[in-house]
Every structure is written in structure tokens, then in C-alpha cells.
């Protein structure tokens, strides 16, 4: 059963806009939240972290929202480049586990 | 050179074939991790090796075993692989081991296994 889940395998974005990327998790033992993005050919690369004890986490364009009674994390970026085109990986992880989990990932299509 | 160096990119293999997988980083880090990345499939964490001991073994069949000679290079040998271990093996490093500190996964570029 996954723990982490990402139910949009894609999503296509018109440049300068925002982009929305959702996140929703079972495990209530996860406390640590992160993005990765990954480009074709490539290893997955890290974006951007949140901890359970905040509720948003900016870093330039892009920030992550937790809803920790929902279970629920948002990637938000704003606004939109086409280098943005990727797919975008949600993980998890709960306090002294090894185990990073994954979702599925959804690709985003910046149009230009 | 990149952080995490990962070789070969592709490699093809029967079944009753011995190969290994290498990776490299490069960070300074002391926490290595080999990940498998099925199609349609999330990815799995296999191994993690932590200042050169293995710290976790994730149920990976024994056809896989990995080996970490120091901080700096891990390998993932290879044999009488099944048709389904075809997928994208990627490597990656951290400062310290996930679970001990929230330093977040460098990925080199990943093996594209193929088993016939």
C-alpha cells in the first residue's frame, strides 16, 4: 500500500503562471517532507524540504505548504518556466528511519 | 565531474551473467544508498551504508549484494538476475544516514538494467 501519494501523473502550465503540485501521505509517523525533480536521463535532483513543526517553506519560486491534519503537501511554483518542465517527486520520512518513501511523481509541462 | 558518478549507464545481461554496478561520489558524504526505480513504480530503497556498514538491507533478494570498500565508492553486484530486476538503479549519498540527519539524497544518474 503507498504511503506516499501522488495522484496527478501530470500537469501542463502556460509560462508565468503558477504551478500547484500535490502531495498526500497515510504514514503519521512521517516528519520530514521533500521535493525532488527529476529531468529525462538524469538522476533525481533535491528542491526543496519541510519540516513537520512549520507549515510553509519558501526558497525563491518555490515553496512547500504541509497540512499536517490533512496529510496533505503542496509544491507551489510561481512563476512558471519552461525549464521547469520535469517530473517532480514528493518523499517522506519518519524520525530515525532510513527509509525515504516515495510517490509516483508528476510531470509538469511548462508551455512557453 | 558530478557529485555521484554512476557506471555503466546501461548495461544489458542474461540471466545466468555476473556483473557489478559502481557508483563514486565525490561529497565528502558519508552515507551511500542504492535505489531501484521500476517502471510505473515509486522508488525503493534497497541498501544503505553508513560510514562503510551496511545499516539496512530493505528484503532485497540475495541475488543483489552490495559492497562498500570506503565512504567513497559502493558497488552492486549482480547475478542470476530475473527478467522483472530490469529497471533504473540509481546510487546516491548523504552527509550523514537519512534517520540521523535530515541532509537530503545527491542521485547520480542511474543503471538502466535490462535482464533478457
Known amino acids: 500500500d503507498q504511503q506516499v501519494k501522488q495522484n496527478s501523473p501530470s500537469l501542463s502550465v502556460q509560462e508565468g503562471r503558477i504551478s500547484i503540485l500535490n502531495c498526500d501521505y497515510t504514514?503519521?509517523?512521517?516528519?520530514?517532507f521533500l521535493w525532488y525533480k527529476k529531468y529525462p536521463a538524469e538522476g533525481p535532483t533535491f528542491l526543496i524540504s519541510i519540516s513537520s513543526i512549520k507549515d510553509k517553506n519558501e526558497d525563491g519560486r518555490f515553496t512547500v505548504f504541509l497540512n499536517k491534519s490533512a496529510k496533505h503537501l503542496s509544491l507551489h511554483i510561481v512563476p512558471s518556466q519552461p525549464g521547469d518542465s520535469a517530473v517532480y517527486f514528493c518523499?517522506?520520512?519518519?524520525?530515525?528511519?532510513?527509509?525515504?518513501?516515495f510517490g509516483k511523481g508528476t510531470k509538469l509541462s511548462v508551455i512557453p | 565531474e558530478t557529485g555521484v558518478t554512476q557506471t555503466p549507464r546501461h548495461l544489458v545481461m542474461g540471466m545466468t551473467n555476473k556483473k557489478s554496478l559502481k557508483c563514486e561520489q565525490h561529497?565528502?558524504?558519508?552515507?551511500m544508498y542504492w535505489y531501484k526505480q521500476s517502471a510505473k513504480k515509486p522508488l525503493e530503497l534497497m541498501f544503505v551504508y553508513s560510514l562503510e556498514e551496511r545499516v539496512e538491507n530493505n528484503s532485497v533478494p540475495s541475488r543483489f549484494s552490495p559492497e562498500c570498500p570506503n565512504s567513497s565508492h559502493l558497488f552492486l553486484h549482480l547475478h542470476t538476475l530475473q527478467p522483472e530486476d530490469s529497471a533504473l538503479y540509481l546510487c546516491?549519498?548523504?552527509?550523514?544516514?537519512?534517520?540521523?540527519?535530515?541532509?537530503?539524497?545527491?542521485f547520480g544518474n542511474g543503471t538502466r538494467l535490462t535482464v533478457t
Open positions: 561529497l565528502g558524504h558519508n552515507a
Open positions: 546516491a549519498s548523504s552527509q550523514e544516514a537519512t534517520g540521523l540527519s535530515n541532509s537530503p539524497l545527491h
Open positions: 504514514n503519521s509517523m512521517f516528519d520530514y
Open positions: 518523499a517522506a520520512i519518519g524520525a530515525g528511519s532510513y527509509q525515504l518513501t
